[in-house]
């Protein structure tokens, strides 16, 4: 079985992640954000992964994800495809993306 745009579920494929451009092993079909807190634990998901937030958006660089669902439609406006929300995207190939939101979300000082 293959995805639409992808390889086949299962398969290998690579997430390159921030400015330093990291690359973290994957598998085709696993969802976004649980790769990325499986190497970079402060990769922002305040909501835990339920697509309220929108905290754990990144924009894509380059490669492919899972259509965006309606939830991700809904949060990201005009802006959704060129922003995904890891915890509501899916692996299907090779992809690079920047995170959006870094650093502490409430400045303290
Ligand atoms: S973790 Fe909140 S929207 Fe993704």
């Known amino acids: 079985m293959s995805t639409d745009q992808g390889r086949a579920l299962g ?3 690579t997430v390159t992640y ?5 690359t973290f092993a994957a598998q085709v079909g696993q969802r976004l954000l649980d790769v990325i ?5 402060d990769h922002r998901h305040v909501c835990g992964g339920n697509g309220y937030c929108t905290s754990c958006r990144v924009r894509v660089e ?3 994800l899972s259509p965006p669902n309606r939830t991700e439609r809904e949060r990201l ?6 922003l995904r929300l890891a915890c509501q995207s899916h692996l299907i190939g090779d992809v690079t993306v920047i995170p959006m939101v870094t650093g502490s979300l ?3 000082e």
């Open 106 to 108: 409430i400045d303290w």
């Open 77 to 82: 406006g005009s802006r959704c495809g060129e």
């Open 11 to 13: 398969g290998s494929c």
């Open 62 to 64: 380059a490669g492919h």
């Open 37 to 41: 807190l499986a190497n970079e634990p």
């Open 18 to 22: 921030g400015a330093d451009q990291r």
